[in-house]
Nanobody, 123 residues
Framework: QVQLVESGGGLVQAGGSLRLSCAASGTIFSINTMGWYRQAPGKQRELVAAITSGGSTDYADSVKGRFTISRDDAKSMVYLQMNGLKPEDTAVYYC?????????????????WGKGTLVTVSS
């Protein structure tokens, strides 16, 4: 069984910073792409940032230059450093990872999701 657990959300004033963390645990064989999505009230879930196993990154246009994604494969973790936060960044942030896990004699790959962490940016 594989689990993703996020931490680091909270309330911050506009212009402030937060660092989100996500830890993967379980019978993990390998972790491929990891990333963060967010969902604001009344809006669809959107990709914020992603990072491949090779270190290539991708960001939503709205966060480029303000957010930085990184990963620590030794700890099975992914991070999102958020600087220059704006009220429109307010959302529940979800960690996801494409993980190959050990299932008996087999290795199976699928996307896993965390339960989310709330980020609230006040104006």
């Amino acid at each position: 069984q594989v689990q993703l657990v996020e931490s680091g959300g909270g309330l911050v004033q506009a212009g402030g910073s937060l660092r989100l963390s996500c830890a993967a645990s379980g019978t993990i064989f390998s972790i491929n792409t990891m990333g963060w999505y967010r969902q604001a009230p009344g809006k669809q879930r959107e990709l914020v940032a992603a990072i491949t196993s090779g270190g290539s990154t991708d960001y939503a246009d709205s966060v480029k230059g303000r957010f930085t994604i990184s990963r620590d494969d030794a700890k099975s973790m992914v991070y999102l450093q958020m600087n220059g936060l704006k009220p429109e960044d307010t959302a529940v942030y979800y960690c996801y990872a494409d993980i190959s896990s050990i299932n008996g004699l087999f290795v199976a790959s699928r996307d896993y999701w965390g339960k989310g962490t709330l980020v609230t940016v006040s104006s």
